[in-house]
C-alpha cells in the first residue's frame, strides 16, 4: 500500500518570494509521483510528473520538484510566485503496475500568495 | 477539445435516496477513474475502467457503491441508499491509457454530493 504525507496543510507567502510545497510518501514497491493543482472552482491539473531519469523535474508555470528516493520526498518549489498561483496543490504517487495507474494523494496544501 | 465533463455539478439528496452521477471522459481516452474527494482531505481511488470492464474496483467502499461503463465512454456511478457519509465532491478523471501505465489522467470538474 502507499500513502502520501504533505506537511503542511496551508503555507502563506508574499508576491514574488520562493516557496516549497512539502511532500513525503510511502510504498512497498516503486512508484511514479506527482503534482497536480486544483484553481478556484477548477478541475485537477497536473503540474507535473516524475517517472524515470533525471530527479529534477520541471512542470508548467515555472514549478519544479526534485525526487529524493533516499528521503522518499517529492518537494515542490518555485523562485517566484505569482498571485495566480492562489491555489491547492496536491501531491500523488502511483504504484507500477501493468495498465492503470491510480493515483494515491495527499491531503492537499493550500498556497496563498499574498501582495 | 472538450475536456472530461460530469453532470449533475451539484446534487442534493435526502438519506436512504438512490443517485446516479455521470462522467463524459475525453474522446478516444479509454481508461476512466473514479475519485472520491471528501472536505480537508485529498482525492481518494474509487474504481477504475479498461474499455467497458471494471479493471480494479479495490476502493469502492461497499457494495451500495457501483459503477457502470457499458459502451466504454460515458460512465455512470450509482450508489444506492444513500447515508450522510457519502457527502463528498465526486470526481472522473481519464486518460489515453495506450498500454502505458504513465498516462496523464484528465480530470472533470466535479459532482459536489450532498446528502441530508
Redesign the interface.
Known amino acids: 500500500a502507499q500513502s502520501v504525507t504533505q506537511l503542511d496543510s496551508q503555507v502563506p507567502v508574499f508576491e514574488e518570494a520562493p516557496v516549497e510545497l512539502r511532500c513525503n510518501y510511502s510504498s512497498s514497491v516503486s512508484v511514479y509521483l506527482f503534482w497536480y493543482v486544483q484553481y478556484p472552482n477548477q478541475g485537477l491539473q497536473l503540474l507535473l510528473k516524475y517517472l524515470s531519469g533525471s530527479t529534477l523535474v520541471k512542470g508548467i508555470n515555472g514549478f519544479e520538484a526534485e525526487f529524493n528516493k533516499s528521503q522518499t520526498s517529492f518537494h515542490l518549489r518555485k523562485p517566484s510566485v505569482h498571485i495566480s498561483d492562489t491555489a491547492e496543490y496536491f501531491c500523488a504517487v502511483s504504484p507500477l503496475m501493468e495498465y492503470g495507474n491510480k493515483l494515491v494523494f495527499g491531503a492537499g496544501t493550500i498556497l496563498r500568495v499574498k501582495s | 477539445g472538450a ?2 465533463s460530469q453532470t449533475p455539478s451539484n446534487k442534493v439528496t435526502e438519506k436512504g435516496k438512490y443517485v446516479e452521477l455521470r462522467c463524459d471522459p475525453i474522446s478516444g481516452h479509454t ?1 476512466l ?1 473514479w ?1 472520491r474527494q471528501s472536505l ?6 474509487l474504481i ?1 475502467f ?1 474499455g467497458t470492464g471494471a ?2 474496483d479495490s ?1 469502492l467502499p461497499n457494495d451500495r457503491f457501483f459503477a457502470v461503463r457499458p459502451e466504454g465512454s460515458v460512465s455512470t456511478l450509482k450508489i444506492q441508499r444513500t447515508e450522510r457519509g457519502d457527502s463528498a465532491v465526486y ?1 472522473c ?1 481519464s ?1 489515453l ?1 495506450t ?1 502505458g ?10 459532482t459536489r454530493l450532498t446528502v441530508l
Open positions: 475536456g472530461v481508461a477513474y475519485y480537508g482531505q485529498g482525492p481518494e481511488f477504475y479498461q479493471a480494479d476502493g470526481l478523471a486518460s491509457s498500454g501505465y504513465t498516462d496523464t489522467q484528465y480530470f472533470g470538474p466535479g
